[in-house]
């Protein structure tokens, strides 16, 4: 099938990144967040970043306009009922994915693709709550999406053929670079990041080196652009931690149990970027 609408369903981090990253690739979008006032600021702050973009030269006027012309926004789940294919990008909770995707198969049209953004959960499980397993897949972009080059295509067992080549479809013509993947936890990318990351926190807890050192060793030794900790904070320490924990579930790999540290972090509301404050401190604009 060719996708010419989406519906983005999540307007966080990722879900505004992706709405831009299609807008922009000329799908017609339509962005959902459960509050009105929510998908407004979101709609705003796009408004907002694309002014910035033709500002410094990386936009033309004609193109700011017409992608912000291909973006909607709305509380309301059944404005999504007449799209080709929906993301979700809600909080990293497989029970909150699993309603949302049986909200999903009631309101989208028969036919339409419903892909789910998640970093580590079975898209299996997301795929049995519907009557349409067949049309259900993974398709995990990266932070921030815009910027980003690949994208993650996660193929359940359940997955038609079709899905999944009507998603690296839409994945190229955002103009990024798919790679497929089976459903494990992880993927290929936070398979092998986040014992990385996970270990980073360790070591900052063993008071082995600081925080700046850590980061400074691994951008100067690995040529890594950012350290550890600049790079939990932008993931998000909320995000990062249902990653591990969903990597745990599925390996039982001690390298995946979390670092208390990182639990404490996110118990004390220290998210990282996104609440102004993780393992750095963020001056909000
Ligand atoms: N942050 C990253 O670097 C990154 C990268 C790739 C994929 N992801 C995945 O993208 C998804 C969203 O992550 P994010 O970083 O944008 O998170 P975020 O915290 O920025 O946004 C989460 C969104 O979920 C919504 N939400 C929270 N609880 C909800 C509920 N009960 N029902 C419906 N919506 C709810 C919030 O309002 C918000 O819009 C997750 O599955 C995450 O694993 C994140």
Known sequence: MTVKRVGIVGSGIMGAGIAETAAKAGFEVV?????????????????????????????????RSATIARVTVTSDL??????????????????????LFRELDRTVGDGAILATNTSTLPVVELAMETNRPGSVCGIHFFNPAPAMS??????????????????????????????????????????????????AVRLLEQGV????????????????????FALLDLV???????ILDA?????????YAAVPLLRRMVTAGRLGRKSGEGFYEYHRK
Request: hydrophobic share 40%; net charge negative; aromatic share 4%.
């Open 31 to 63: 962005l959902r967040s459960r509050r009105q006032e929510t998908a407004d600021a979101t709609l705003a702050a796009l408004e907002k970043s694309l002014a910035k973009q033709v500002e410094r030269g990386k936009l033309s006027e004609e193109d």
């Open 209 to 228: 080196a600081s925080r700046d050192d850590i980061d400074t060793a691994m951008k100067g030794g690995c040529n890594f652009p950012m350290g550890p």
């Open 247 to 255: 990597l745990y579930t599925e390996f039982r790999d001690p390298h």
């Open 150 to 199: 690949l994208v993650e295509i996660v193929r359940p067992l359940t997955a038609a053929e079709e899905t999944i080549a009507g998603a690296r479809a839409f994945a190229i013509a955002c103009g990024k670079d798919p790679v497929e993947v089976k459903d494990q936890a992880g993927f290929i990318v936070n398979h092998l990041l986040f014992p990385y990351l996970n270990n």
């Open 78 to 99: 059944a404005d999504l009922a007449g799209v080709d294919l929906v993301i979700e990008s809600v909080v990293e909770d497989l029970e909150t994915k699993k309603h």
């Open 236 to 242: 998000g320490l909320d995000t990062s931690l249902a």
